[in-house]
Structures are given as structure tokens and as C-alpha cells.
């Protein structure tokens, strides 16, 4: 799609009919708050596409039978409509894409609906919901009741430029309950200015701290999330869920369940052992790797850890990562700090609702040769759980006893690993 085109914003104001709603958004508001909406002589223009369709994940116990989903995807922009949904229709992903910005960036997400091929009959739009980020245009803030939404073959280009830094979460926000449990939920991540400045010790920040306190070396972003097996099941099937009957039987971390938490990021290079694939109903003999966002966290002794973590799921879930502290310095896209009020606070237990976001700092062990250890293609490690404390979120439904569910690991190696260049990254 070409974003660079002439149309001028009067022209484009006019065929969408929404001038008023812009004047309020941008211009109104801006003057009522005073809001510095001016662009930074450093800020640069980011644009990346996605594409909106169904497919499937797998889950165990659901073997052979895996759960229907809708799903975000990246896609290359240069596609055409045409060619995505040659491409991409039916072969959804979750969770969603991390997305991750400089604050005061410029930033353009195309979205293209790409329709359902399960259910043909089901024309749904979709949206992009940028969750808790405060003054949002109508525009390009995807809540289809005051906006617009992108009904099927459509495109759309979001336009934000995130004030605030911190971690945040994004989800599709057409018939939203049932959108986000099927899928459509990732995290998004706004870096602060302070950035790529040597504060404290450190090089790279969660915000604006002015004293390095929130300074990290490796951030890893995880999304908390549930499987309702009526909604998937269900929507596959033509049947009406009860949203108010939720009783999910999976519990996941960026779409995965223990022990699939911990093979890496999803690549093509990677040995068939390594990834994560789903048969997808839809295409005979086809194989998706439709879960390609790893959850595990691997770290080097004495590294400063940054966990950007937020629960699109329906229930509030308790995390313990037992033996190392957490420090917990941002909530809901907010340092917890406010002047000299320092409300950060170290826990053994992290609670987190639904729609909510959580920064959590910890520092990485010595490496022990007498604790709890395994050994990889990167040598040795020791292993901490990052869990749910609820053991009825460690199983994985209809599978055979053994822990499952809400876990991964924190894996602290006796042989550094190479500096982190992008957040979650794997190593193999
Ligand atoms: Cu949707």
C-alpha cells in the first residue's frame, strides 16, 4: 500500500466524512490539554504492515485437533491486496507481533482484512486497538462504535506518534470479546527518549528515569493470555458462546503452553524439533507455525533483566519466579515513581488483571553448578520458573499429567551469550 499518497487531508477528511471527529481529536484536545504535539528534529517515520485472517494453534491435548483462531500476522508492505490473500488467508498467528517504538516516533501500521476461510459466511471487520495509550484520535484508536473498522478486502493505515513510553498491549477491538480470545492480542512496547544515553550505568531504559533506575541489558516481552475451548470451538462450528460461561482450559504465555514456552522464536532455519508446528484443518496437509513467539528467557549471570509483561486474558493471574526477586517499577505504562515518591515494590508474587501491563526488573544469578541446571547447544544453565502459583494454570487440558499451562523458564548460562540486538531473543 502507498502510504506517501498526494490525496491532500481535506480531500481524504471529506470522503471519509469525519472532519469534525479529526478537528476534536488532534487540534481540539491538543489545545484544551496543552499537549507538546510538535515532532522532535530526531524523530523518524516507521511503517510496517499487517493482515488479519483465522487459522489454527496447537495445544496439547488437542492433538490433531487444533484450535481455531483470528489472528494478526506481519506482512511485507509491498504486497498487494490480492497477493496477501493468496498468501496469508487462512494462516493466522498468536500472539500478535511484539511491536516495539521510540517514544515521539512517527508511526504507520496498514491493516488489511483478509476474511476468514472457515467462516465465509462470518464478515467481520477488524481493528487496531492501541490499549491504554491516553488521547488517542477516534480515528486511530479502533474501537468500531465511534471510529471505523476494515471490513473484509479493505485497508486502512493507522497513524500514532506515542508520547509516553512504557509497555502497553494491542488487540483487535471488533466484537472484542470474542476477537480477543481468539487471538488477536500482542504487546506493544514504547521505548523512552532516554534511550541509547549512558545513564547510571546503562545504555538502554523502560522510562525517562533521569538516574538509570530503570535501566536494563536484556527485555523480554510476554503476553499472559487464556484458550476457551467453547469460543474457538464454537465459533469454528457456527455455535454461540456465553462470554460469561469463560472457563478457559489452556493458560499461555505469548500463545504457547509449557513446555512449548520454551522452544525459540519461530524460524525457517530451525531443525522440525525446534518449531512449533500446527495442521491446519483448512489446507490438506498444510503446517502452520502459527505460535511463533517464544516465552523464554535466557539470560547471562549478573544481567539486568527487563520484563515487559501484560494479561489479555479474562482472569487476573499470580506470577512467582522463585528464587530470584522481582522489582516491580512500572505499572500499566507508568515508572512508579512520582517525583520523589518512590512507589516501586519488590515481591516474591506478581499480580496482574486483565487489560493491564507490568514492568518487572530482576537481576540474574550467579551461575551455580549446584543448582537446578540443564545444558544446551549454548552449554550450561541453571533454571528458574517464571509460573503461574495457581497449579490449576500449570496443566495443559486433556493432556497427560505433567506440568503445562502458565510457565517458562529463566535460563542463567555459564557461557556468556552474545549481547540481546532484539527484545525476546532466542538463542539455539
Ligand atoms: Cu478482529
Not at 491538543?30 to 504492515?49: E, I, M
Not at 476461510?117 to 487496531?128: A, F, K, M
Not at 466484537?175 to 521505548?191: A, K, L, S
Request: charge should be negative.
Amino acid at each position: 500500500m502507498d502510504t506517501s499518497h498526494s490525496t491532500s487531508r481535506r480531500d481524504f477528511l471529506k470522503v471519509a466524512g469525519l472532519g469534525a471527529l479529526w478537528t476534536v481529536a488532534s487540534g481540539g484536545m491538543a489545545g484544551v490539554l496543552g499537549r507538546d504535539l510538535l515532532r522532535p528534529a530526531s524523530a523518524a517515520t516507521t511503517t510496517l504492515s499487517l493482515i488479519a485472517t483465522d487459522g489454527s494453534v496447537s495445544v496439547p491435548g488437542r492433538e490433531g485437533n487444533p484450535l481455531y483462531i483470528f489472528g494478526f500476522v506481519p506482512v511485507d508492505p509491498a504486497l498487494t491486496v490480492a497477493q496477501l490473500i493468496s498468501t496469508y488467508k487462512g494462516h493466522a498467528q498468536t500472539s500478535a507481533p511484539t511491536l516495539n517504538f521510540l517514544q515521539n516516533d512517527d508511526i504507520k501500521i496498514t491493516l488489511t482484512n483478509l476474511g476468514l476461510v472457515q467462516r465465509p459466511d462470518l464478515t467481520d471487520s477488524h481493528t487496531i486497538h492501541w490499549h491504554g495509550f491516553d488521547i488517542p484520535s477516534p480515528l486511530n484508536d479502533g474501537v468500531p462504535e465511534v471510529s471505523v473498522a476494515v471490513p473484509i478486502g479493505k485497508q486502512l493505515t493507522y497513524f500514532y506518534r506515542p508520547h509516553r513510553e512504557g509497555t502497553y498491549m494491542y488487540h483487535c477491538h471488533f466484537e472484542d470479546v470474542e476477537h480477543v480470545q481468539m487471538g488477536m492480542t500482542g504487546i506493544v512496547f514504547v521505548r523512552p527518549t532516554q534511550d541509547g544515553s549512558s545513564v547510571g550505568g546503562f545504555t538502554k531504559f523502560a522510562y525517562n528515569d533521569g538516574d538509570g533506575s530503570t535501566g536494563y541489558h536484556r527485555h523480554f516481552a510476554i503476553l499472559l493470555n487464556e484458550f476457551w475451548k467453547n469460543f474457538h470451538d464454537g465459533d469454528r462450528d457456527i455455535q454461540e458462546s456465553i462470554a460469561t460461561d469463560y472457563d478457559p482450559q489452556w493458560f499461555t504465555l505469548n500463545g504457547r503452553t509449557y513446555p512449548d514456552t520454551l522452544l525459540p522464536n519461530d524460524d525457517p532455519s530451525l531443525p522440525a524439533a525446534l518449531r512449533l508446528g500446527t495442521p491446519n484443518p483448512n489446507y490438506d496437509d498444510a503446517v502452520d507455525y502459527s505460535q511463533p513467539n517464544s516465552a523464554l528467557v535466557q539470560v547471562n549471570p549478573g544481567d539486568r533483566v527487563l520484563l515487559r509483561l501484560a494479561n489479555l486474558g479474562y482472569q487476573q493471574h499470580a506470577m512467582q519466579l522463585p528464587g530470584i526477586p522481582m522489582h516491580v517499577i512500572g505499572q500499566d505504562a507508568s515508572l512508579l515513581r512520582n517525583g520523589s515518591t518512590d512507589t516501586s515494590y519488590w515481591t516474591n508474587t506478581l499480580y496482574i488483571g486483565p487489560g493491564e501491563a507490568r514492568d518487572v526488573l530482576f537481576d540474574a544469578p550467579a551461575y551455580d553448578s549446584g543448582r537446578p541446571s540443564g545444558s544446551d547447544s549454548r552449554g550450561n544453565y541453571n533454571v528458574y520458573t517464571f509460573k503461574n502459583r495457581d497449579w490449576r494454570k500449570l496443566t495443559n487440558f486433556g493432556a497427560p499429567p505433567g506440568p503445562g499451562g502458565m510457565m517458562t523458564e529463566v535460563r542463567v548460562y555459564q557461557t556468556a551469550l552474545p549481547a540481546q540486538t532484539v527484545v525476546s531473543q532466542t538463542y539455539v
